[in-house]
Structures are given as structure tokens and as C-alpha cells.
């Protein structure tokens, strides 16, 4: 197991187009988190999951971010219409549910809308 | 509404001198804080956390629930320790969606 795991680390895409990103967590890590993060800010909370059920999702996420865990391992996660505010590094984390142990983060979508 | 505040964007200290990194935070029920570091090119990772009161590379971090503070100290900074640093709450007694201040950008000088 090496960790957090996150593809692609790059993506450029124009405008209007779907992109979807994909994050493998610790096999033991059972919550699985994103989270948006923008130039001179800090980690911006998505949503999470435990196991394959969506625990909790951002009221500022718009209808055209989707996430999903189906068998409660890897996430994806979906941007559909794409817009330049979208541009900004994607983070992937998992966790033990039991508190006290933190993240552990992967390295990081980098999107690009153009 | 809960919230993390890091008031200090940049933070310079020559190497040898004692640095702190400030956190203060917003939220009535009992906290649980941690901090974050990111190194250059590197991913974030866990730092501290106040529930097990460690020291890791030397630095230590006391939660005061008086003055809503998690400062981050160093006696003694090192020119490795630059890095971005983030502060980040826990509400609940799992853990769950953290909330993370906006980070302090170290810079140790020779």
C-alpha cells in the first residue's frame, strides 16, 4: 500500500467539457474525503464518504459536481460543464473513522479549465 | 459557525530563532485541532494533532480553550521547517470534515 493515490495529477480541459477524477485510498480507510484547494487558500471541503454511502456534501457545491464511491474503495469524482472557476487542485484524503489520527492526503488532482 | 483562523499569510524567522505560528479558532462545542504541513513539491501531511500532546521535529502546539488558540511553536527553527503550514478543527468525536485556515507560509532564513 502506498498511500493515497490520485489520477491524473494534471488535467487541462476546455470549457463545457466533463472531467472526472479518480483517488484509491488506504485499503485499511474505511472515510474517504475531497476537498478543492485554490491559490492562497486553504483546503476547501467537498464531501466524504464512509464506506460507499455519502456521508456529507458542501452546500457550495453546485449540481455539476458529483462523487461516488460504489464499492466502498476508490472515489471518483465528476465535474461536468466545466468552468474556468473550477480550476484549482482536487485532494483526495482518507481516514479511520475513529478520531485523534488525521488525513492522510494524496498528492492532488491539478485542473485547468481553459 | 465553526472557523479557523490563521492571521499571518507569511512568516519569516532566521534559522536558530524561535518561531510561532498562530491558529485561532471559532467553535462552541469541544474541538478537536491539528496541523498541517506541505513541504515544497510534496503532498500535506499530519504535523500534529493536540489529542496525543506530542512534539514532532521539535515543534509543539498547546490547545487553549480559553483564548480559542492552537499556536504552533519552535524553540529553535531550522531551514528545513520552511514549508506551508495549515491549521485545521475537527467538530465531532470522529473524525470527519475538517475545516483548515488559510496556511502561514514559513520561510527560515540561513
Known amino acids: 500500500d502506498t498511500g493515497v493515490s490520485q489520477d491524473p495529477r494534471h488535467k487541462i480541459t476546455k470549457r463545457g467539457q466533463n472531467v472526472t477524477f479518480r483517488c484509491d485510498p488506504i485499503s485499511e480507510h474505511n472515510r474517504l474525503y475531497w476537498y478543492r484547494q485554490t491559490l492562497g487558500q486553504g483546503p476547501e471541503f467537498l464531501t466524504y464518504f464512509q464506506n460507499e454511502a455519502q456521508l456529507e456534501k458542501s452546500r457550495l457545491l453546485s449540481d455539476r459536481f458529483s462523487a461516488e464511491r460504489p464499492k466502498g474503495s476508490f472515489s471518483t469524482l465528476e465535474i461536468q460543464r466545466t468552468e474556468q472557476g473550477d480550476s484549482a487542485m482536487y485532494l483526495c484524503?482518507?481516514?479511520?473513522?475513529?478520531?485523534?489520527?488525521?488525513?492522510?492526503f494524496g498528492s492532488g488532482t491539478r485542473l485547468t479549465v481553459v | 459557525a465553526q472557523r479557523v483562523t490563521q492571521p499571518e499569510k507569511l512568516l519569516s524567522v532566521f534559522k536558530g530563532a524561535p518561531v510561532e505560528l498562530k491558529c485561532n479558532y471559532s467553535?462552541?462545542?469541544?474541538?478537536?485541532l491539528f496541523w498541517y504541513v506541505q513541504y515544497s513539491r510534496q503532498r500535506l501531511q499530519l504535523l500534529l494533532r493536540h489529542i496525543s500532546r506530542e512534539s514532532i521535529k521539535g515543534f509543539t502546539a498547546d490547545l487553549n480553550k480559553g483564548e480559542t488558540s492552537f499556536h504552533l511553536k519552535k524553540p529553535f527553527a531550522q531551514e528545513e521547517d520552511s514549508a506551508m503550514y495549515y491549521c485545521?478543527?475537527?467538530?465531532?468525536?470522529?473524525?470527519?470534515?475538517?475545516?483548515f485556515g488559510r496556511g502561514t507560509q514559513l520561510t527560515v532564513w540561513p
Open positions: 484524503a482518507s481516514s479511520l473513522v475513529i478520531s485523534g489520527y488525521g488525513y492522510t
Open positions: 467553535y462552541s462545542g469541544s474541538p478537536e
Open positions: 485545521a478543527l475537527n467538530k465531532g468525536s470522529t473524525l470527519g470534515r475538517l475545516y
